[in-house]
């Protein structure tokens, strides 16, 4: 029996990419996980390859309304809750001065409020587990590029989110982890590519199995400790 066993994880943007490697790898240990994503065929199959009694719960982040009914068919469905994995978020690459107010909004949406609001929602069932939390961030992050100024505005808004949680919940035993990722093969980097107008190779690129690795041996270490933040980029610099 492994050391998650029986517990139950969320894990955002679990249909495909890192969300779905994180959802797997936790599954692979006991985890019970609650797959969430905007398109159910995409997330059934993820359901099944988990197995484990996963569930999938078709949502838009981008909706409020949405992210309600989330957390009251999680209050419905499940006693609690162990880990929260927000792993979901969007990219569009634009300069500064062509870059519209409603793609600003649009980035601010998702990468910033749903997980601001999901795990607002959730925060009691949470406390009452003394889970943890993982938010999968991204190095620009830390540190924005040109022709992604509303994207890494909303990764240094989702940072101080979690810093400023953890500051709050680390009394009630609720450890929070950020995740500072640069290029990993995905579909959303595919498309980052395809925008960039490169050649994608994702060989040369993080796997997602690699980020979902670090997570595990995250949220398994001892009590006595907490892992804040952790920053991981290719072996192989090709961009």
């Known amino acids: 029996m492994t050391l998650l066993a029986n517990q139950v994880a969320v894990v955002t943007g679990a249909n495909s990419g890192i969300g779905k490697a994180i959802a797997l790898a936790l599954a692979a240990d006991g985890v019970k996980v ?5 398109r159910m065929e995409a997330l059934q199959p993820v359901a099944k390859q988990a197995s484990n009694g996963s569930v999938c719960y078709q949502t838009d982040l981008g909706l409020d309304s949405n992210i309600s009914a989330l957390v009251a068919n999680l209050k419905r469905d499940v006693k609690g809750i162990d880990i929260l994995v927000h792993s979901a978020g969007v990219i569009r690459l634009c300069s500064f001065e062509c870059a519209t107010p409603d793609l600003l909004d649009w980035h601010y949406k998702v990468n910033v409020r749903a997980p601001y609001l999901l795990t607002q929602g959730l925060l ?6 003394q889970g943890q939390i993982v938010f999968v961030n991204s190095t620009a992050g830390l540190r924005a590029g040109a022709n992604a100024s ?3 505005s909303t990764k240094h808004a989702l940072k101080a989110v979690a810093d400023s949680l953890r500051e ?3 009394a009630d035993g609720v450890r929070v982890l950020s995740l500072f990722l640069g290029r990993t093969a995905s579909p959303m980097q595919a498309s980052v590519h395809e925008m960039e107008h490169r ?5 040369l690129l993080m796997q997602p199995e690699d980020v979902a690795a670090v997570v595990i041996n995250a949220v398994t270490l001892s ?7 952790v920053s991981m980029r290719p072996c192989v610099k090709s961009y």
């Open 124 to 129: 009691p069932m949470i406390k009452a587990r």
């Open 34 to 38: 609650c797959l969430v994503g905007r």
């Open 150 to 152: 509303q994207y890494a």
């Open 168 to 170: 709050e919940v680390n």
């Open 223 to 229: 009590r006595t400790a907490e892992v804040t933040e």
């Open 199 to 203: 050649k994608y190779s994702p060989e």
